[in-house]
């Protein structure tokens, strides 16, 4: 779905980052977007938004999922 999506919308080089790092990163390469870091497990809302990244993180804040739009 997220090739629907204008942008760069996948980030697979952040996988093993800061999350607050990736964020960034995130943010600066498509400005479309609101990225924000979560705990990898948490609940969240299935809908599909093309302007957020999702930025899952372990509890050393260091990303374990490649973050993508939707």
Do not use: H
Request: with cysteine; net charge neutral; glycine share 8%.
């Amino acid at each position: 779905m997220s090739s629907e999506c204008a942008g760069k919308n996948s980030w697979p080089e952040l996988l093993g980052t800061n999350g607050d790092y990736a964020v960034s990163v995130i943010e600066r390469e498509n400005s479309r977007v609101d990225a924000m870091v979560i705990l990898d497990g948490t609940p969240v809302t299935g809908d599909f938004r093309c302007d957020r990244v999702r930025v899952r993180v372990n509890r050393n804040r260091i990303v374990v999922q490649v973050p993508i739009t939707g």
